[in-house]
Every structure is written in structure tokens, then in C-alpha cells.
Antibody, heavy 119, light 107 residues
Framework: QVQLQESGPGLVKPSETLSLTCTVS????????WSWIRQPAGKGLEWIGR???????NYNPSLKSRVTMSVDTSKNQFSLKLSSVTAADTAVYYC?????????????WGHGTMVTVSA | DIQMTQSPSSLSASVGDRVTITCRTS??????LNWYQQKPGKAPNLLIY???RLQTGVPSRFSGSGSGTDFTLTISSLQPEDFATYYC?????????FGQGTKLEVK
């Protein structure tokens, strides 16, 4: 079955760029929306944005100025870049598949990766 | 953005109890409402999609209802593995938004 795995640095310095990759295995990246969602410790879930397999994107307006998402269909991967990070960006970052039509929900999630912003 | 309000924020219950969690949205979202279960240290897991459809593999003691702005998640008979945090989420319009969560604890 389809599985997602996040990868990237667990520690990022303030003002630098957070970069994460999600690898999709067991299925194709085509024809789905692929999202990033984050969760600060002890808090709720925040949708960061999504990228479709054709490269089109939607971002949360609260983060839009700092977010870039992309997809690499040849590697079955998609990526997140979040610039100018601060301590407020410290969180567990999840990648998730959003299945549009019929389900319209995040039906598959990665395990999550903890990212800490600290000098 | 569509605001999501879950109630209660926490709930104490016993094995075998019937439990209901409510989610209210700031505007009508038709039936574009999903429910997730999250256990400590784990990713959320989809339980119910489009308000009332049970995700494959989810036990039938979970059910969802509602449309418009008011939705409920019901667990008909709590099992030990159901103690977790539950989130609602709307997929009617971006940005997708989540409720603040309901923590279901052992009484």
C-alpha cells in the first residue's frame, strides 16, 4: 500500500530555510494532491499547503510569503521549503495525501518529522 | 478562513460508554467534513470522510453525521484503544482548517 516518508534536517537555525522531502512509495504520485501539515508540541494541526502532481500549488495565506512546494514525479517525491524560520516554526511536520473526489480528505499520512528552530 | 469549533475540548469516559463529539463551522460547508483520530506520537488517522462515510478498516462503532455547519462524531461503545485525540477538518475551501481537538480520556 502507499506509504509516505518525510526526510530532512531536524534542526534549523533562525532566519534560515527549512527544507523537507516526502517520498511516496507503493504507488504513483500522479493525480493526487500532496500536502504538508504541521503540529507544534501539544497543539493542534495546521495546514501549510499542497501541491498537485502537475506542480500547481495552494498555500495557507498565513504562511504563503515564506512557503514553496514542488513535486518531482520522476523520483515520486514532493518537497517543502519554508524560509525565514523562527522558533514559532518548531513543530512536527507531516506530509499527507489528499484524495480529491469521493474522499476529499487526508487519507494517508507520513509518520512525521520533528523540526526544531534554534541557534 | 473557515473557523472550526470542537466541543468538548476534553472528555472523560469509560469503556463501553457512548460518546459524542461536536464540530461547528463558521460557515456552511455542505458535507465536506472529516474526522481524524490521533494517538500520542503518531500521525492522525482518517476515520470518517464527507461527514458520514466510514474509512476502510475503521470499526463500525465510529459514525459521523451532520451537514451545513453542525457535525457529530459518535463512538457507540468505547474500546480501550479509542482513548485518543480527535480532530475535525473541513475540505470545503482552502486553507483547509482543523478543529482544536477533543482529548478523550479514561474516567
Amino acid at each position: 500500500q502507499v506509504q509516505l516518508q518525510e526526510s530532512g534536517p531536524g534542526l534549523v537555525k533562525p532566519s534560515e530555510t527549512l527544507s523537507l522531502t516526502c517520498t511516496v512509495s507503493g504507488g504513483s504520485i500522479s493525480s493526487y494532491y500532496w500536502s504538508w501539515i504541521r503540529q507544534p508540541a501539544g497543539k493542534g494541526l495546521e495546514w501549510i499547503g499542497r501541491v498537485f502532481s502537475d506542480g500547481s500549488t495552494n498555500y495557507n495565506p498565513s504562511l504563503k510569503s515564506r512557503v514553496t512546494m514542488s513535486v518531482d514525479t520522476s523520483k515520486n517525491q514532493f518537497s517543502l521549503k519554508l524560509s525565514s524560520v523562527t522558533a514559532a516554526d518548531t513543530a512536527v511536520y507531516y506530509c499527507a495525501r489528499f484524495t480529491l473526489i469521493v474522499v476529499d480528505a487526508f487519507d494517508i499520512w507520513g509518520h512525521g518529522t520533528m523540526v526544531t528552530v534554534s541557534a | 478562513d473557515i473557523q472550526m469549533t470542537q466541543s468538548p475540548s476534553s472528555l472523560s469516559a469509560s469503556v463501553g460508554d457512548r460518546v459524542t463529539i461536536t464540530c461547528r463551522t463558521s460557515q456552511s460547508i455542505s458535507n465536506y467534513l472529516n474526522w481524524y483520530q490521533q494517538k500520542p506520537g503518531k500521525a492522525p488517522n482518517l476515520l470518517i470522510y464527507t461527514a458520514s462515510r466510514l474509512q476502510t478498516g475503521v470499526p463500525s462503532r465510529f459514525s459521523g453525521s451532520g451537514s451545513g455547519t453542525d457535525f457529530t462524531l459518535t463512538i457507540s461503545s468505547l474500546q480501550p484503544e479509542d482513548f485518543a485525540t480527535y480532530y475535525c477538518q473541513q475540505s470545503y475551501s482552502t486553507p483547509d482548517t482543523f478543529g482544536q481537538g477533543t482529548k478523550l480520556e479514561v474516567k
